[in-house]
C-alpha cells in the first residue's frame, strides 16, 4: 500500500507541480490552507511527509507547524516548508518549529525529489527505531515492577508487615507527594515520577528481612540493643537494594528506593535515624514515606495496643507524638484529610 | 477547453523560459498548458496595484509574494524578476519604487493574460 504526502497551498498550480512528481510512488492529498491541514493530519495515519506553504488564509503555515509541536506529531512526520520568500527570519521561525526543509518556489523538481525522498526513509528508520526503544522502556519498567513486586512479596513472606500494608503505603506516598507538589510548588514533580517514589516505597521495610525473629517477632518491649538492631532495618536495606539491584534497576527508581529504606525513620528536627538528618537534608520522598509509614503503624493494631482511631492517629502525627515532620508537608497532609481522604481506612 | 496550440509560443514571446518550465512539468505540455490557464483566476484574486494605490500595503505584499512564486514555477521570468523586485523594495520600504515597477508589471501582465484567454 502506499503511502500518503500531504500537499498544503492556497494556490492549486503549485500543489499540482509537487502532486505531479510525486503521485506514482505516493497516495496524494491537498489542501488549500492550514486549518484544512489539520483535520486530514488528524484524520489519516499514513501520512509520511507534508510539504507546507507559509503563507495561506485561515490559518497560515507557521500556525500548522506551532500545532504540529504542541500535538507532538512534528517528531513524526517530516515537514518540509514551501516558500518564495528568502527572508531569514521566517526560514529560521520555520526550522525552530520543526521544518525539516526548505522548497523553495520556483521548485527545482530533481532536488525535491531526491530531497524529500532521503528525509521520508530517515524518518521511516528514526520512527521504526523510536518504536523498538519504546518496547525496550516497556519491558525494563515492567522488570523493575516485577523486581519491586518479588522484594515486596518477601517481604510479607518474612511477615514483617503485611501485603495490604505496601500498597496502602504506595497509595498514601503517591496521594501526599501529589498534593505537596501541588501546594509547595518547589516539591513538584511529575506524575511518572511521583509513580516511580510510590513503587519505591514499597521496599521501605525491605531491610528487615534480615533481622532475626527474635528481635523482629518479640511481643514484649525490646531492650535498647535489640532496638539498635531493629533501626539497623535503614542501612541494611540498602545494602541489599545494592548487592542485587543497582546494576539493573534504573537508575532514578534506584535512588529513590535507596533514599527511602535509609532515610525514611529519619525526622525534621533531626532526631530520627540513622544519620540524624534534618530539615530538607532529608530528601522529600523519604520525608513523604516517613509520615505515611508512621501513619499505618498507628492505625494498624501491634501485640500490644490496638489499631488507633483515624482522627486520634491524625492527631498524633499532627502532635509531634511520632517525632517531627516538615510543616509544609503536614499542611499538605492536612489538606489531604481536609478534603475528605481517608487512605483505604482498614 | 479550448485548443492550446500556439500557447506555449505566445508565452515564450513574452519572456516565458519554455525550457525551464519544460523541466519542471517533466516535458508534459498539456500540463503546462493546464496551469497557464488558471494564471488569469490567480492574478484576478490576488491584485497587487489595487491594494498598493489604496494604501493597503500588508496585502499588496502578501499578494504580490503569492504571485511571485506561481509566475516563477510557471517559468514567466519578466513577471517573476518584476514581482521578486516588487517585494524586495516594499520589504525594505522602498514604496515608491515598487509601486513604479508594479504599474509596469501590471501592462505585461494584461498582455500575457490577454494571450491566454485567447486559449481558454
Known amino acids: 500500500m502506499k503511502n500518503t504526502i500531504l500537499i498544503v497551498d492556497d494556490q492549486e498550480i503549485n500543489r499540482v507541480l509537487l502532486a505531479e512528481q510525486f503521485k506514482d510512488e505516493y497516495n496524494i492529498i491537498e489542501a488549500e490552507n492550514g486549518a484544512q491541514a489539520l483535520k486530514i493530519i488528524n484524520e489519516n495515519k499514513d501520512i509520511v511527509a507534508i510539504m507546507l506553504d507559509l503563507i495561506m488564509p485561515m490559518m497560515d503555515g507557521m500556525g500548522v507547524l506551532a500545532e504540529l509541536n504542541r500535538s507532538g506529531k512534528i517528531y513524526h512526520i517530516p515537514v518540509f516548508v514551501i516558500t518564495a520568500a528568502d527572508n531569514m527570519e521566517i526560514l529560521s521561525s520555520a526550522y525552530s518549529l520543526g521544518a525539516v526543509d526548505i522548497i523553495s518556489k520556483p521548485f527545482k523538481m530533481v532536488f525535491i525529489k531526491s530531497r524529500i525522498n532521503n528525509i521520508i526513509e530517515l524518518f521511516r528508520h528514526r520512527n521504526e527505531l523510536v518504536d523498538v526503544v519504546e518496547e525496550s522502556v516497556e519491558k525494563i519498567t515492567l522488570l523493575n515492577s516485577r523486581m519491586i513486586d518479588a522484594l515486596a512479596a518477601l517481604i510479607e513472606f518474612r511477615e514483617c508487615e503485611s501485603g495490604a500494608h505496601v500498597k496502602r503505603m504506595r497509595a498514601v506516598t503517591e496521594r501526599l507527594m501529589t498534593a505537596l507538589g501541588i501546594l509547595y510548588p518547589e516539591y513538584a514533580v511529575d506524575r511518572v515520577t511521583v509513580s516511580k517514589i510510590g513503587e519505591a516505597s514499597i521496599l521501605h521495610d525491605i531491610g528487615k528481612i534480615v533481622i532475626t525473629d527474635s528481635v523482629l517477632k518479640k511481643t514484649d518491649k525490646l531492650t535498647p540493643e535489640e532496638f539498635e538492631v531493629i533501626k539497623r532495618h535503614t542501612v541494611g536495606g540498602c545494602d541489599i537494594l545494592e548487592q542485587m539491584y543497582r546494576d539493573i534497576m534504573d537508575g532514578e527508581t534506584y535512588r529513590y528506593c535507596c533514599d527511602i529504606c535509609r532515610h525514611h525513620h529519619e525526622r525534621w528536627d533531626g532526631g530520627g535515624y540513622p544519620d540524624g538528618l534534618s530539615g530538607d537534608e532529608i530528601p522529600i520522598w523519604a520525608q513523604v514515606v516517613g509520615i505515611a509509614d508512621a501513619f499505618d503503624a498507628l492505625t494498624s493494631p501491634r501485640v500490644y495496643r490496638p489499631a488507633f482511631e483515624f482522627d486520634t492517629a491524625v492527631k498524633m502525627i499532627n502532635d509531634g507524638e511520632c517525632g517531627a515532620f516538615n510543616p509544609k508537608l503536614l499542611q499538605a497532609w492536612n489538606t489531604l484529610i481536609k478534603s475528605g481522604e481517608r487512605f483505604s481506612e482498614k | ?120
Not at chain 2, 56 to 70: E, Y
Open chain 2, 1 to 120: 477547453m479550448g485548443n492550446s496550440d500556439g500557447l506555449i509560443e505566445d508565452m515564450e514571446r513574452l519572456g516565458a523560459d519554455i525550457e525551464d518550465a519544460m523541466h519542471r512539468f517533466m516535458d508534459n505540455t498539456a500540463l503546462y498548458e493546464k496551469m497557464l490557464k488558471k494564471l488569469p483566476e490567480v492574478l484576478e484574486k490576488a491584485p497587487v496595484l489595487e491594494y498598493f494605490e489604496s494604501g493597503d500595503l500588508d496585502t499588496a505584499l502578501s499578494n504580490a509574494h503569492t504571485i511571485k512564486g506561481v509566475v516563477g514555477n510557471l517559468s514567466l521570468t519578466p513577471l517573476h524578476d518584476d514581482y521578486t523586485q516588487i517585494v524586495e523594495l516594499c520589504r525594505e520600504g522602498e514604496l515608491s519604487k515598487a509601486h513604479k515597477i508594479a504599474v509596469e508589471t501590471v501592462k505585461l501582465q494584461e498582455e500575457i493574460v490577454s494571450q491566454i484567454k485567447k486559449y481558454m
